[in-house]
């Protein structure tokens, strides 16, 4: 079964920076993808960034050119860098990963940028 682990939430003012990162416990999950997505209470769970194995990435237009999404690549582990932040960036921040045998998400980190 795999686990994910999720850290780096927090409070931080408009314009400032934080770091998320997801680690995947579990050996042989078979992982070829991880990403972040979020939510709000107004809105459904959206992607915000998302890296393949194989480099591809992708981003969510609202965070594109602020956010930026890298792997460790001993481990299945994924780094979101946050970017000059705004308040409408204010969410729960889930890491999801998948496998050939499933989607695996995280229980979510908690993003709170202050105007």
């Known amino acids: 079964q795999v686990q994910l682990v999720e850290s780096g939430g927090g409070l931080v003012q408009t314009g400032g920076s934080l770091r998320l990162s997801c680690e995947a416990s579990g050996r042989n999950s078979g992982i070829f993808a991880m990403g972040w997505y979020r939510q709000t209470p107004e809105k459904e769970r959206d992607l915000v960034a998302l890296i393949h194995w194989s480099g591809n990435t992708r981003y969510a237009d609202a965070v594109r050119g602020r956010f930026a999404i890298s792997r460790e690549k001993v481990k299945d582990a994924v780094h979101l860098q946050m970017n000059t932040l705004k308040p409408e960036d204010t969410a729960i921040y889930y890491c999801?990963?998948?496998?050939?045998?499933?989607?695996?998400w995280g229980l979510g980190t908690q993003v709170t940028v202050s105007s």
């Open positions: 999801k990963a998948q496998s050939p045998w499933g989607t695996y």
